[in-house]
């Protein structure tokens, strides 16, 4: 079983649509990311979450929302799903903060969603 | 604030010849550098990653990088590419103060061709 799970991995909606993206770990890392690929723009971070009180927002984080249910479990949202957010979304984790703490991410394999 | 810059988007090369996938980077801090690669329809995994010590760093399925302090690069090389080597190369640095956010570049297409 992968050690980062989402789902679900594909989805087509609509416009206005509310949209749930989840995500689960067993790796025990504390902090979970939300990113989003496009062709040509690599990642972008939409938000990310350094334990189950801590959220924060990345680079793009309008029009999106997060939920950190538990340590192993941080949720993506889009109220209401437009377009432009047309994408391949992917769940990672990394350790905490500390001496062995090097930023190296543990990704998911993607959720793929289409907006029309 | 971090950033990467990839120089190419698309590497086309035949199979069996070298290649070389180039990364710069800018930071104002000590940095962490990784290279993640992307098979089709897959999530990233980690290729090999320079944390200190040895400015060459080798990595699953034959490759390997160097770290160029004063050039700020960190580029990928194998010394022979295989069709099953096709997929995406992203390039991502991580400054070594508290934050340690990951920053990718925007990636390298690399199609290896029979």
């Known amino acids: 079983d992968a050690d980062v799970t989402q789902t679900p991995r594909n989805r087509i909606t609509k416009t206005g649509k509310r949209i749930m993206l989840e995500c689960s770990q067993t790796k025990g890392h504390d902090r979970m990311y939300w990113y989003r690929q496009d062709p040509g723009l690599g990642l972008r971070l939409i938000y990310y979450?350094?334990?189950?009180?801590?959220?924060n927002k990345g680079e793009i984080s309008d029009g999106y929302s997060v939920s950190r249910q538990a340590q192993a479990k941080f949720s993506l949202s889009l109220e209401s799903a437009i377009p432009n957010q047309t994408a391949l979304y992917f769940c990672a984790t990394s350790e905490r903060e500390g001496r062995t703490h090097t930023g190296e991410l543990f990704f998911g394999e993607g959720s793929r969603l289409t907006v029309l | 604030a971090q950033s990467v810059t990839q120089l190419d988007s698309q590497v086309p090369v035949f199979e069996e010849a070298p290649v070389e996938l180039r990364c710069n980077y800018s930071s104002s801090v000590s940095v962490y550098l990784f290279w993640y690669v992307q098979y089709p329809n897959q999530g990233l995994q980690l290729l090999l990653k320079?944390?200190?010590?040895?400015?060459l760093v080798k990595g699953i399925n034959g490759f390997e990088a160097e770290f160029n302090k004063s050039q700020t690069s960190f580029h990928l090389r194998k010394p022979s590419v295989h069709i099953s080597d096709t997929a995406e190369y992203f390039c991502?640095?991580?400054?070594?103060?508290?934050?340690?956010?990951?920053?990718f570049g925007s990636g390298t297409q690399l199609t290896v061709l029979p």
């Open positions: 979450s350094f334990d189950v009180k801590d959220i």
């Open positions: 991502a640095v991580s400054g070594r103060g508290s934050a340690r956010q990951l920053t």
């Open positions: 320079y944390l200190s010590g040895s400015t």
